[in-house]
């Protein structure tokens, strides 16, 4: 008993035991817990919010919802650039070999909806460590839709088609340098694309979806979040598409017409807001794809074998098709300029409406060594302001320019705005290069002040020229020259609206009415230079001018000159200028190269086309009437002799032929538009069977002599309202060649023009 | 030794007087003591702990299971078995007497140091590679970790070397030395795996043993002293693990290398909230997360169950721990009393370690969560021990047994005779 107890006691824990088994019961089971709780507190529940956003960063995949770029309107709300839904298609190799997708059936799955080469997919199938390979980009829906059910079809996971969005240009080529485009990541690149990237991007929005680790969605788990996207503003601009496209037209037909061989450019504003209806340059691009360069760029391109001059050549290629030539080139504007310095001489009070100037043909001036000579080395004798004006006289507006005086004339022209750029809301334009003043200002040395009356010896852009000139004759103010009008978000409210009142007063609007006055007879009178921009109906005004490139020349030797003019209309309220600049013309035409002979008739054909385009009334004078096209009325049916009298309301002539009372026939056909005076043969019996006759050559013949020639040959002539009476005018172009063999009574539309020799030192 | 009787000795007789005439009823026909009834608190919470951790197994592990096998209820399936085989393996465990035990101890030992040697050999061991470390023998069905049966055989030895050197334990020789001996052979084996976290528990495991079997403190003070002298000389001036202390300090600074599975835990933890995502809604499991079924399946817990849950399980760990505890402290014998402490300390050990490394509290260091993590040896060991713990609570004495119950409840029990 004895030894069971002590037994039973050895076996019992002693104390030593007991108190620090209880000491490990209170740090093990106690202490140790009340650690961890604490720590878990302190991430659960204090850094929460931390680690929630931080997991939710890598668990969520993100899908964009693109946001379209905002739609540029014209004025009239015609789209010139919009964004519409398109695909791009990437691959992911990882995914290709983790699902164990065949790179065959893929390489031929893309190559048949895509297109794309089998090659470069199976070569990019390679990278197996790569998620993104890019196979295409800006598929449209239907590509897009064929390729999702061939992947359907072939169950595969790793090819993936993205929501994207691509820009149109529905015009094209249109309006290229101020509309400009966006780069393939869509932001704006050129142009107001460019300029107004912020207001025409939107911002995209977003699909959050829960993934797994491996990129796959994730089994469970209903976390999502949708970010809707928002679009970008839309810009409505001051381009009227319909205009852009007429003076486009214009202004290639004449780079083709004077064989021009750097380019052109034409610029058409509202002068009384500033408001550019139209902005033309030379080459030009399809905004549609920017990169390519003309045809006739590209096959000389294709003869380079070499691959670096091959870029070279490119790339010089695109950058002056880029180029706006209208904002980024500066020019000697020449006698343009004479506008200027008329409204400057005659609001500083220099010289008066009823001053007279005397040219002899050269004169001197302090500072210069040489005299300086008058265009026409003869001499214009005595002549009157306007009639200076008329002549383009240089020395009339030296001695202007002289009576100005150098301060005078600088403090006028940083009020033009020709010291600073004008601010138009474009990219590229560049600031103009002038003496400086202590130079300008010599009092022993006049050459530059001479120089500068008649618009040579400083540099400065179209877009200040024709800014200048508007506020020359809108009445005296400045205006900002502008092309977007407003911006509207999305959900159609105003967010900028171009003000476009004027912003200063520069001369006074009686010296404003007197420069409109004899800019009009510029194109008006009989002796004016501009003579080859009227047009019947209108009255227009402008001044021509013809600079020389300094240090340039052909390699014959022959001097290089940027020809350009500037036309106003309508005269009796002066609303739009239309300023058209020709770099360069060849002398292969046969026409005297000058403003007068070239930029003035483009400009003429401008105003033709978008004044009546733009609601101008058309008004003629005596004299226009008896030369414009008349529309043939038609007599069919009627007596013969009330045919005649028809006609003769008309403006044109008859000729019965046949015996019989009534008109069966007419030639030419109602409708059809002639020149007035002309004679319409009226059929009262059969008509005889359809002749044809060979055009004859009209080259060289003035009006009447062409009509007579054409009377002749059975055919009728045209002038587009391009001919408002100028006897000195002959034909430059016709319609149909001579030699051409044409029906009879065929319409042969003939361009007209007086062969002015002006404006050259 | 002149008696010394006072009143506590006197009381103490008394109480003792009755408590040995109380046993006296418990013993059998056959003359030997007849044991209680597993402590029913302790089994209870096991359960409990079993069955969520199994079922925590199935969340946790299923979205990997379903990219990487495309099975996603293989490894649940697989870890319930052993669940249910470890409950068995339990019930037998708490049958076998402790005296049992301690005459295994040392041939458990034995075992453990052949399979630490056998696990070192190339083509026997095998490991994970991205460690480079060789911790497991391939037993064809399934595979086990030797440090596992170590432990066990740590607690079993250090138990019955504290009862054999019972009134020596104060002298160096006797409470330190065999001690250290076998720490020194059992950690150095593991050191040449190498497996740090495993060498860290069991002298955890083998001190606190040594603690409560009567080494005196000063020794230990000493030896921690020592220990702890040498490893801030490792780290801070020989530079050993210094990529795993900086990771520690700052595991943002290598978010994609060897901070990916700390950064991937606080995600998992800091995401899950007060009341987390709710159970199976967890996202960082979705092949974020390495380890998820394993040794970060607490992570998984925490961003599913929240806060709330977090503490709620880690609660039921505590109360374990203490039951464990309060076992050792009533088992009726000094060998149960300490094999209960050491299985005690060795859960509780791994239970701070694993929580401490998923949230980042220690370095990262590869430690399972007992019941939750999956693996099915280290379960079926886990259930063995808490049997051990078990039969360590069958041996205190019955406080009431009505007389006319013994028949019926032996019977019911089965008991072994």
Redesign the interface.
Known sequence: MKY??SA???????R???S???F??IV???V??I???A???T???R??E???T???D??TNETKIPAFRGTIYDRNGNELAVSVTSYSVYLSPYELKYYGESADTVADVLSQTLGASRESVLKKTEDVSAWYKTIAVKIDSETAGKLREAKSENNLKSIHIENDTTRQYPYGSLACHAIGFVGTDGTGLEGIEALYDEYLTGVDGNVSR?????G?E??????EQYIDAVDGSDLTLTIDAGVQRMTEKCVKQAIEDYDVQNGGCAIVMNVKTGAILALASFDNYDLNDYRSVSDEKQAELDKITDRDEYNAVLREAQLKQWRNMALSDTYEPGSVFKTITLAIGLDSGAIKTSDSFYCGGSMSVLGRNKPLNCWRHSGHGSQSLAQAAQHSCNVAFVNIGLRIGAETFYEYAEKFGLFNKTGVDLIGEAGSQWWSEDVFFNPENLSQLAAASFGQTFNITPIQLITAVSAAVNGGEMVKPYVVDTVTSPDGVVEYKKDSAPEYRVISEETSQAVCDILESVVADKEGTGKNAAVAGYRIGGKTGTSEKTGKSFENGEKEYIVSFCGIAPMDDPEIAVLVLLDTPSYSTGLYISGGNMAAPTVGNIFADILPYLGYEKTYTEEELAVIDVAVPDVTGMAASDAAAELKKAGLNAQIVGDGDTVADQLPPAGAEISAGQTVVLYTGARPDETQTVVPDLIGLTFEEAINTLERAGLYMMTADLYTGNEEAIIWKQSAQSGVTVDSGSVIEVALAENVDEGIE | MPEKIDYFDRVSENR?QKY?ER?LRNYNSAGRQKRSAVDLPLVVLTLVILTIGVVMVLSASY?RA??TIGNPTNYFVRQAGFAVAGVAVMFLASRFRTGMYRRFAFIVLGISIVALILVLIPGIGTGKEETGAQRWIDLGFTTFQPSEIAKVGVILSFSALACIY?EKMKTFKYGVVPFGAILAVIVGLLVLEPHLSGSIIIIGVGG?LM????TKTKWLAAIGGIALVAGIILIRFLGYAEDRIEIWRNPFSDPTGDGYQTIQS?????????LG?GF??G??K???LPEEHNDFIFSIV?EEL??VG??FI??L??LL??RG??I??H?????G??IA?GI??LF??Q??LN??VV?N?FPCTGVSLPFFSYGGTALLIQMFEIGIILSVSREIPMKKIKENSIETERLSRGDVE
């Open positions: 069971q107890r039973e006691r050895d076996m019992r824990p002693n030593t035991i007991l620090r088994t209880l490990l019961m093990c089971g106690i140790a817990f650690i961890l709780v720590k878990l507190y991430i659960q529940i850094d929460h931390f680690y929630e931080q997991a939710l890598q668990q829960l993934a797994a680790g491996n796959t994730m089994l469970s788990g209903t976390y | 003792e040995h046993s979205a379903y990219y019972k606190v603690f409560v079997g009567g606080l995600y998992a933890i800091g995401s899950g909230g007060l995502l199976g809604q996202r960082q979705f092949l974020y925490c929240g806060f977090a503490v880690l609660f760990f505590a721990i203490i505890y309060w050792a402290l088992a009726r014998d000094r060998f009393s300490l402490t005690t300390t509780a050990i239970v701070f929580v401490a949230t509290l």
